[in-house]
């Protein structure tokens, strides 16, 4: 019996014993914890939601006669794809991508001729489409070469290969309906005008038929665009032909379009590259290139037939709903002509990429012969548009 008794009153020192070093435990714990920061955590704040998009946008494509007879096919119709297949992948990667083309397509019946009164055939339309173009921008100055019905037919034949168009109208109706596109929750709006249908009138009964270069329509149109989206294009066909650089009145008209809303500037016409800036307004960067040159044609000279793809990125923070432009870069390029089984084709291709590709053998239409060249018109490209942006 003793020796039960020494057996429990063992035990019951060891319980109490255990009991004194847990209490001690969770008092150091109590202790110790709110200096840590454990005890009270504070909620974590939720992160801003941001988007990116890439919009891509190049100059004039123009179709003179020996482009048109490149795409001409042994069983009949035409074909295109090649002009653009080697920068295809530089296009189509963009979230949108614009092109200006300065040709009507009339139809086979008007006859299919380059300048000065031009009329593509209608296959240019999936080679825009093919090479991955959204937009193609039909404000221009020969849009109507073919008249009224030529215009009208080229909307048409845009619209049926999946293309969007800017700056030409059906009705009246259409023409108050603005251009704007939701890119992953982004909203880009795009206006577009010429300086000029080669003097050729717009009837009477269709005031609607094109976008002309008035500042107080463009104003005014920036106005009405600007609260329904997140960016504003401002594509303008404009100044003066084969010029190195804009006029005065179209920088002071650039200013006056970056304040009233609009985000970018993309000029053509001219067919040769033009100089590239920012403007600050009102803690934006708006950004102007006067001249993209011409993406493709057969004019005479490398300044005729240099051009540039270029890439403007915008991010999205929809937390704050703010878009901001992010950086500004592009790609020289040349369009050029060479001969294929003794037919003469055209191509667009990316400068330094071509260079690198003949250096390495890769190449099957130019040599090193022809690094010289090329080299030239990246040159030049670089001295008129010197370095891209990139902005915080």
Not at 165 to 192: H, M, N, P, W
Not at 275 to 285: A, C, K
Not at 300 to 306: A, M, T, V, Y
Request: charged share 20%; net charge negative.
């Amino acid at each position: 019996m003793k020796k039960s008794v020494v057996i429990v009153l063992f035990l019951i020192c060891l319980g109490l014993a255990s009991s004194y070093w847990i209490n001690l435990s969770l008092t150091q714990q109590a202790v110790v914890t709110p200096v840590s920061g454990e005890a009270n955590p504070q909620p974590q704040a939720e992160p801003d939601i941001i988007e990116n998009i890439t919009l891509a946008a190049a100059g004039d494509c123009l179709m003179h006669n020996t482009q048109i007879w490149s795409g001409q096919q042994p069983g009949g119709g035409y074909n295109f794809d090649a002009f653009f297949k080697q920068v295809q992948p530089i296009i189509a990667s963009a979230d949108y991508s614009s092109t200006n083309f300065e040709a009507p397509m009339a139809g086979a019946a008007s006859g299919y001729t380059g300048y000065p009164l031009f009329n593509s055939p209608d296959e240019m339309a999936s080679a825009f489409k093919q090479a991955g173009f959204d937009l193609v921008v039909t404000a221009n100055n020969h849009i109507l070469d073919r008249g009224v019905q030529g215009a009208l037919r080229t909307l048409q034949v845009l619209e049926q290969a999946g293309l969007d168009t800017v700056g030409v109208y059906s009705s009246q109706e259409a023409s108050e309906q603005f251009l704007i596109k939701d890119l992953k929750g982004i909203r880009v709006g795009y206006l577009a005008y010429t300086y000029s249908t080669n003097g050729i009138p717009v009837p009477d009964d269709k005031p609607y038929l094109v976008n002309f270069l008035e500042r107080e329509k463009i104003l005014k149109d920036i106005s009405i665009l600007r609260p329904q989206v997140d960016i504003v294009i401002l594509v303008l066909h404009w100044g003066q032909e084969y010029s190195p650089k804009p006029s005065e009145e179209q920088k002071a008209l650039a200013r006056e379009f970056c304040a009233a809303g609009a985000d970018v500037i993309l000029g053509s016409h001219p067919h040769v590259i033009q100089t590239m800036e920012v403007i600050p307004v009102e803690g934006r960067n708006c950004f102007v290139i006067y001249s993209m040159g011409n993406f493709i044609s057969h004019q005479i000279g490398l300044e005729r037939n240099s051009g540039v793809i270029l890439l403007m990125e915008f991010r999205k923070n929809f937390t704050l709903n703010e878009t901001k432009l992010t950086r500004v870069d592009y790609i020289p390029t040349y369009s050029h002509p060479y001969y294929d089984n003794g037919r003469q084709q055209f191509r667009v291709v990316p400068i330094e990429d071509t260079i690198r590709r003949i250096e390495q053998g890769e190449e099957p239409y130019l040599g090193r012969g022809d690094i010289p060249t090329l080299q030239a018109v990246l040159n030049h490209t670089r001295s008129q548009l010197g370095e891209g942006y990139s902005f915080n």
